[in-house]
């Protein structure tokens, strides 16, 4: 009878779990938990660098990601782009992704309406190129008007006020770049190694591991990872939003998640331990 | 975003997840749909954005302001209609042209700054920790590191039979692939996760959102 059971139990119909984890998700969205949220040093680090930036510096911001990983990464550019706007500081953004071109243009439309901040004159939106991405950034260091002539509403970058007194990476105190693919190792090898710019990462949680060892080697400012990194951000401006309504339905997610974990061992442990006997 | 949009999206989000139950025809066309949209967008987006600003305006800066150095664009534009060369079978071998431009030129860029990033500096952030050895938890993150490093290598190191000190050490370096492996692992559910915290935001945020229309 039990050994039947626990059979029923190690074959459990796939769709239950994701059912469970489906109400997890949904129910801190009722009942808000307010989880505490712990800053990582690799977060603080590019606040603290942003922080000591002047006012009127410059800002490249790479929006490298499309809708499918926009739960992680539209959070935190909106936080890292309201707090630079919070210290006056003026922003570029850009895209290698032709699908990041449109929420590029969002995210820098939507923080700089909540600030007044003016196209052209506080900041500017180059948008989409594509392909050879090396080019791009290598061209970015000689003359930025040489990969994007124009803007992403096709206006010459020649003729946009912002844009007269930055030339290249000479001009622009930090890169921070919003991945969800390759683009942090084209920013860390092309920009970084060749021209020693400063590049801080937001990327995906899948990405994370693979980019610790740029962070240790000193490569990067910083490191913010998914959706952990995007609530951690918020804090530090003390703006909540997205993220860190999120992290409450993440928190409970990973409890359940490590709960299936150890039910799985506990059920194919006594399977093995009967099957011994 | 108009009304039209946010049930599309919210349609569209339900055909996709109705694959946990099991595969049926709402998903292959939400599927089929997002691959055909995608080409699309990708085709126009690219036009606007690329073609315009790179080959159509410098030409016609060319031809109607006389700024003849504009011309040279023709160079690479060239080089890019003779990647097709390679449908036409008589003069398919002019496709070579533009792909030895490619390669000489990516491997000259490339070499040099990912020895510079990937392996230089790495070797700098394995062993710079040893130059400042503050407190205890500097000192046996250093060891922590370092061991891992060399005992990984060592893994993947197959010149010699994995027996002996050779094996145990490489042994211990899959402890350290494993741990690894692990964490990588923990960052993907997570990643996950907040993917499903998205749409299911934006699902419960669906009547607000049409309020405010």
Known sequence: MQIKKLERLSNMDRRIIYLLIGVVVIIPFFMPMNLPIYVSPSVQSIYDYIESLSPGSVVVFGFNFGPSTMPELYPMSLAVLRHCYYRNLRVIGLTFYSTGAVIGDDAMQTVASEFGYKEHEDYTYLGYKSSKSDAIILGMGEDISIPFPTDYSNYPVSKIPMMQNIKNYNDISLIVDFGSGNSPDWWITYAGARYHEKIAIGCTGVMVSGLYPYLKAGQLVGLIGGLKGAAEYEKLISKPAKATLGMNAQSIAHLAIILLVVFGNVIFLLEKHRSER | ?213
């Not at chain 2, 990516?106 to 790495?122: E, N, Y």
Request: glycine share 8%; with cysteine; proline share 4%.
């Open chain 2, 1 to 213: 975003m108009t009304v039209l949009g946010i049930w599309i999206a919210t349609a569209l989000t339900l055909c996709i997840y109705s694959f946990l139950y099991k595969d049926n025809p709402f998903f292959k066309f939400a599927e089929h749909l997002f691959v055909g949209v995608s080409a699309g967008y990708l085709l126009a987006i690219t036009y606007h954005t690329n073609f315009l600003p790179y080959i159509y305006y410098p030409l016609r800066a060319a031809a109607t302001e006389r700024k003849y150095s504009e011309l040279i664009v023709i160079i690479p534009s060239l080089m890019g209609i003779l990647m097709f060369s390679k449908f036409i079978p008589k003069f398919g071998w002019m496709v070579r042209l533009p792909f030895a431009f490619l390669m000489g030129y990516s491997a000259g860029v490339s070499i040099p700054v990912t020895m510079q990033t990937d392996i230089f500096q790495q070797i700098y952030g394995t062993a710079e920790p040893f130059s400042k050895l503050d407190d205890i938890w500097t000192i046996l993150n250093s060891i922590a590191i370092t061991a891992g490093v060399i005992c990984t290598l060592m893994y993947f190191f197959f010149s010699r039979e994995q027996k002996g000190v050779v094996g145990g050490i490489s042994e211990l370096g899959t402890f350290f692939l494993m741990i690894a492996f692990g964490a990588s692992f923990g960052y993907t559910v997570m990643a996950r996760i907040s993917l499903l915290i998205g749409r299911i935001d934006f699902l419960l945020s669906l009547p607000s959102l049409l309020k405010g229309m």
